[in-house]
């Protein structure tokens, strides 16, 4: 499998923030989002075996993984490598970007699925599956990131359309300008967690946080 990092942080985003993590960064993505902020994982990277990889994580020492891209289930091997993390007592992240079939990650209370859904700005909302939101249980969420006005009543009308059954994270693009949206949220007493990438309020946009 190609991975473009392979780094241990905070987790960033999401029900999980703050959470120490290693976090595995793979290579390709078959979307292309205006506001992409990991553009150098679209290409590049070394090629590893899932044995490489678990050694490495396993160096990190601690219990949490993070599978993330560009795409990861692009990858031919990532269910082998989530079904060997998850034999040896991880929990595992694995991040989507809504595009890919879910069916195949395996079923397992130590798995959560951190799904996207793609909002007009990011000129990929045309991609989406929105049927993979039925593979969605409460040990999971979704996630919309919101530039403007018209990303935010998008997100609102598929949450009102599709029955949901994990937590909604809504996130502005960049991470950080949280007021205007938190202000649309409590307006319309929409049940969504409107929250920051925490990496960048500490670190910035820097690479491999």
């Known amino acids: 499998m190609r991975i473009s990092e392979i780094f241990y ?3 960033g985003e999401g029900v999980l923030m703050g959470t120490p993590t ?3 960064r793979t290579v390709g993505c078959n979307l292309d989002c205006t506001w992409c902020d990991t553009k150098y994982a679209r290409q590049g990277g070394e090629e590893m075996s899932v ?3 678990f050694e490495q994580v396993e160096r990190k020492g601690v219990p949490f993984v993070s599978l993330t891209g ?3 289930l692009l990858q031919e091997d990532i269910y082998r490598l989530i079904t060997l993390f998850i034999d040896n007592e991880y929990h595992v992240t694995v991040e989507t970007n809504g595009s890919v079939p879910l069916e ?3 079923n397992s209370e130590e798995i959560m699925i951190s799904m996207d859904v793609k909002c007009p700005s990011s000129g990929m909302a045309d991609r989406n599956l929105l049927d993979n939101l039925e593979f969605l249980s ?4 979704v996630k919309f990131v919101i530039a403007d006005r018209v990303d935010y009543l998008f ?3 598929v949450l009102r359309e599709h029955e949901v059954n994990a937590p909604a994270i809504f996130t502005p693009v960049g991470g950080t300008a949280l007021k205007e949206l938190a202000e649309w949220v409590l ?3 929409l049940m969504v967690r409107v929250m920051p990438q925490l990496h960048k309020i500490i670190w910035g946009e820097k690479r491999g946080v």
């Open 9 to 11: 942080s905070l987790q």
């Open 138 to 141: 409460p040990r999971d969420q």
């Open 70 to 72: 560009g795409e990861p």
């Open 104 to 106: 195949s990650i395996p």
């Open 51 to 53: 044995d490489e990889v």
């Open 22 to 24: 290693t976090f595995v």
């Open 155 to 157: 997100a609102r009308k």
């Open 187 to 189: 307006a319309d007493r």
